[in-house]
């Protein structure tokens, strides 16, 4: 029996081991608000599993360059090298997504329907066909209401989306946001 509870603790442990070595050194910076498989466990910011891989690489490499301005994420995306993104984008990518579910259950049938305006770009699931554009389903429902936010201010630019949302407010950013927090994939 001793040596069964041995091996076990010894597979568990390789087990671990290999995840770690899976988890490029450069994203232990990101795993205090991301989580150590891209799971964030603050709504405010994104989940970064099973994210397209050259979306991912986008992003970073905006904040990295201050086109996509965040205070929070500046000092960590600094020193990266474009062989450090690619290597944080393609771990991210490739882990499994969650569902976020934390949109308020209430606004999941006009969210649905204001989804329509999102097909085109994101996909019928909420899965864009483009690696540059961001999967929604399964995202936390008050990160993806900040960013709509965001693009309707002018904090963040996309043409695209500025003019998909530019008849849209809170409401609707808040039900949109209530229908992909729900879905998966």
Not at 32 to 56: D, F, K, M, R, V
Not at 89 to 102: D, G, I
Not at 108 to 124: D, F, K, P, T, W
């Amino acid at each position: 029996m001793k040596k069964w509870i041995i091996a076990s603790i010894l597979i568990l442990f390789g087990a671990n081991l290999a995840l770690a070595d899976a988890m490029p050194a450069k994203a232990q910076a990101c795993v205090a608000c991301h989580g150590q498989t891209g799971i964030s466990s603050n709504p405010e910011w994104p989940n970064l599993a099973g994210q397209h891989a050259g979306y991912l690489a986008v992003q970073i490499k905006a904040f990295r360059d201050g086109s996509r301005s965040n205070p929070v994420m500046a000092p960590f995306v600094a020193g990266l090298t474009d062989a450090d993104i690619t290597d944080l984008a393609a771990y991210y990518s490739s882990q499994t997504p969650a569902v976020a579910a934390n949109g308020d259950p209430a606004l999941v049938g006009v969210g649905q329907n204001l989804s329509g305006y999102c097909l085109a770009c994101h996909g019928m699931a909420g899965v864009p066909v483009a690696d540059v554009w961001p999967i929604l389903v399964g995202q936390h429902a008050p990160y993806l209401q900040k960013q709509l936010s965001a693009y309707k201010s002018g904090a963040r630019v996309n043409p695209l989306m500025q003019a998909a949302i530019a008849h849209m407010g809170e409401a609707e950013f808040a039900a949109l946001a209530a229908y992909y927090s729900q879905m998966s994939r």
